[in-house]
């Protein structure tokens, strides 16, 4: 059943607000991402109309939202990008291919590993503070994580989580880490690199 309301509160900074319903009753928690249409930017007084769902904490909120006099357009389940998941399982199976031929000492195997796994959790936990209205970690961080190894899991958790995904400036900054790993990768290989993993072992 769809509702009608107003929004009578915006939180620009955070991307949540309130809903008022037509008719009076709780106030209805909105967040940004509950918007059909996200290039609007929402604003106190708007006319929402909009579905009622329950969040993983069991709390209603609003879903499907659309302002008044626009029509209802169903999201499209986004594509799962199997080129970055296969890329990230690709490279981790190359780093500890590299570890048991001896080519690289164990911790940085573990370290790939580890900070992939850590990146993953990261991920998660921030889509959960999307949903919710909390504070976000910061995307600086989220590079951060996979310029330093961990971006096997943070492919793998865009594409199985659809987060961080479609955001241009991010993706951009995002694979530039992922060539920075590979070369990284490849210069460890050569014979330069190779030198100086001796002395580490």
């Excluded at 309130?18 to 008719?23: E, R, T």
Aim: aromatic letters at 12%; glycine letters at 8%.
């Amino acid at each position: 059943m769809r509702l009608k309301g107003k929004l009578i509160n915006w939180k620009g900074d955070k991307g949540f607000g309130f809903i008022m319903p037509n008719g009076g009753g709780e106030h209805v928690f909105i967040h940004k991402t509950a918007f059909v249409n996200r290039q609007r930017t929402p604003k106190i007084n708007d006319v929402i109309t909009f579905s009622i769902s329950k969040d993983k904490q069991g709390r209603y909120c609003a879903n499907e939202a659309s302002y008044s006099g626009e029509k209802l357009k169903k999201k499209q389940a986004s594509k799962v990008n199997k080129f970055s998941i296969y890329l990230a399982v690709l490279y981790l199976i190359a780093i500890f291919g590299a570890f048991i031929f001896g080519y690289l000492p164990s911790f940085i195997a573990l370290a790939y590993l580890a900070l992939s796994m850590i990146t993953f959790i990261v991920y998660a936990a921030d889509k959960s503070k999307a949903k919710r209205g909390a504070r976000r970690t910061p995307e600086n961080t989220l590079h951060l994580l996979a310029l330093l190894g961990g971006w096997p899991g943070a492919a793998i958790a865009q594409q199985t989580l659809r987060h961080k995904s479609q955001k241009r400036a991010f993706r951009i900054a995002y694979w530039l880490t992922v060539m920075i790993n590979c070369g990284a990768f490849a210069w460890l290989l050569s014979p330069n690199g190779s030198n100086i993993l001796t002395l580490l072992k």
